[in-house]
């Protein structure tokens, strides 16, 4: 039976990991959502109004923190079991090497 990663893993994040990568994720959706923050020409950046150059920047930045709330958030499989310690001189199936 296929069994779902939470139920295997059992390592729950604690709430302020949760918040943190909430906080995070929000950030970067209200940072582009919302247009007053960016809707200007000035101040310019070489040829560029701020309108360019804050899209240009906010993609990378937005990156960073998707990235980072997946560290956060990600879980390690299991360590596989150690196989058992086998006879002295005989190798899996049993046999004399």
Avoid at 38 to 54: H, I, M, Q, S, V
């Amino acid at each position: 039976m296929a069994r779902h990663a939470r139920s295997t893993q059992g390592q729950a994040k604690s709430p302020a990991t949760k918040a943190a990568v909430t906080v995070m994720l929000a950030v970067a959706v209200f940072g582009a959502l919302w247009v007053p923050i960016y809707a200007r020409t000035e101040p310019k950046l070489g040829a560029f109004p701020f309108f360019y150059w804050y899209q240009l920047i906010l993609v990378p930045v937005t990156a960073l923190l998707c990235w980072i709330s997946y560290l956060l958030l990600r879980t390690r499989p299991p360590k596989p079991a150690r196989p058992t310690p086998q006879a002295e001189g005989r190798d899996r199936e049993g046999a004399w090497r």
